[in-house]
T-cell receptor, first 113, second 111 residues
Framework: DGGITQSPKYLFRKEGQNVTLSCEQN?????MYWYRQDPGQGLRLIYY???????QKGDIAEGYSVSREKKESFPLTVTSAQKNPTAFYLCASSIILGNTEAFFGQGTRLTVV | SQKIEQNSEALNIQEGKTATLTCNYTNYSPAYLQWYRQDPGRGPVFLLL?????KEKRKERLKVTFDTTLKQSLFHITASQPADSATYLCALDNAGNMLTFGGGTRLMVKP
């Protein structure tokens, strides 16, 4: 089955630690995205990638980093510089950037302990 | 400033009635608008996309309208069912074709 997979579903991090969230898709999509969702809030864009080996900052990129070395994979690292990392993180992909439906993963809930 | 506004209060309706959700936007000129459904603890699922030159779009019990003069989209679910209970998000394209999401409206359909 084609789809987009995020792992892990739940993640706990100690303050001061970096942590990497995985996102893999087998839909052959060029564009991939990372969003953050806080309770009762909409989705805010962290980073996006239009094509492999290229990525751009979204609205709230500070404290995060990404890579896009393979078309299928777009991992997100939450660094210790992110002041309030506890949130629900959603990865998505689409055939091309914009003007087309986005397919979302099931999300990773990150909690700082 | 740019805003996408959806009613943050939950919408409670009786089974069988039509649910109408609103998405208003300010200082955007979207070429298209999308609606997604999100269940608790899950990722959003795409429902419908409507382009700026389309007034209305339908899919089964769903209907979306897009009024670029009023800067508003309405999302209707006819003959609503308890299984329709979820949060519904609207999203529109921002500069660079990026999707920007509203805060969502939670719909509760009571049997």
């Amino acid at each position: 089955d084609g789809g987009i997979t995020q792992s892990p579903k739940y993640l706990f991090r100690k303050e001061g630690q970096n942590v990497t969230l995985s996102c893999e898709q087998n839909l052959n999509h060029d564009a991939m995205y990372w969003y953050r969702q806080d309770p009762g809030q909409g989705l805010r864009l962290i980073y996006y990638s239009q094509i492999v080996n290229d990525f751009q900052k979204g609205d709230i990129a500070e404290g995060y980093s990404v890579s896009r070395e393979k078309k299928e994979s777009f991992p997100l690292t939450v660094t210790s510089a992110q002041k309030n990392p506890t949130a629900f993180y959603l990865c998505a992909s689409s055939i091309i950037l914009g003007n087309t439906e986005a397919f979302f993963g099931q999300g990773t809930r990150l909690t700082v302990v | 400033s740019q805003k996408i506004e959806q009613n943050s209060e939950a919408l409670n309706i009786q089974e069988g009635k039509t649910a109408t959700l609103t998405c208003n936007y300010t200082n955007y000129s979207p070429a298209y608008l999308q609606w997604y459904r999100q269940d608790p603890g899950r990722g959003p699922v795409f429902l419908l996309l409507i382009r700026e030159n389309e007034k209305e779009k339908r899919k089964e019990r769903l209907k979306v309208t897009f009024d670029t003069t009023l800067k508003q989209s309405l999302f209707h679910i006819t003959a609503s069912q308890p299984a329709d209970s979820a949060t519904y998000l609207c999203a529109l394209d921002n500069a660079g074709n990026m999707l920007t999401f509203g805060g969502g409206t939670r719909l509760m359909v009571k049997p």
